[in-house]
Nanobody
Framework: QVQLVESGGGLVQAGDSLRLSCVASGRTSSNYAMGWFRQAPGKEREFVVSISTNGGRTNIADSVKGRFTISRDNAKNTVYLQMNCLKPEDTAAYYC???????????????WGQGTQVTVSS
């Protein structure tokens, strides 16, 4: 069993940056691919970014390409989501997830965190 805890969300203005962290506990997550998803009120959960087990490959949604970056530090059992040039459209609850591969589909991930809220004002 793996527990994931996100942090780093908050209230920011358009154009600001935030860095989200996801710390894994329980079983080591170094052998898991990781992903970040987000869900706004009234909308379905959508893929944001994902990273392979060793960090060698990343997948980025077109909506955040050029602004968001995913990285991981396996020694710290932590994955990061660096968000730059934030837009009001980025407002959502952000969730990290662990799975076998760096999927882009939320249903493919085994473990999920509780989420952290990101709100971007215009």
């Amino acid at each position: 069993q793996v527990q994931l805890v996100e942090s780093g969300g908050g209230l920011v203005q358009a154009g600001d940056s935030l860095r989200l962290s996801c710390v894994a506990s329980g079983r080591t997550s170094s052998n898991y691919a990781m992903g970040w998803f987000r869900q706004a009120p009234g909308k379905e959960r959508e893929f944001v970014v994902s990273i392979s087990t060793n960090g060698g490959r990343t997948n980025i949604a077109d909506s955040v390409k050029g602004r968001f970056t995913i990285s991981r530090d396996n020694a710290k059992n932590t994955v990061y989501l660096q968000m730059n040039c934030l837009k009001p459209e980025d407002t959502a609850a952000y969730y990290c997830a662990a799975g076998t591969y760096d999927y882009t589909q939320s249903a493919r991930y085994r473990y999920w965190g509780q989420g952290t809220q990101v709100t971007v004002s215009s």
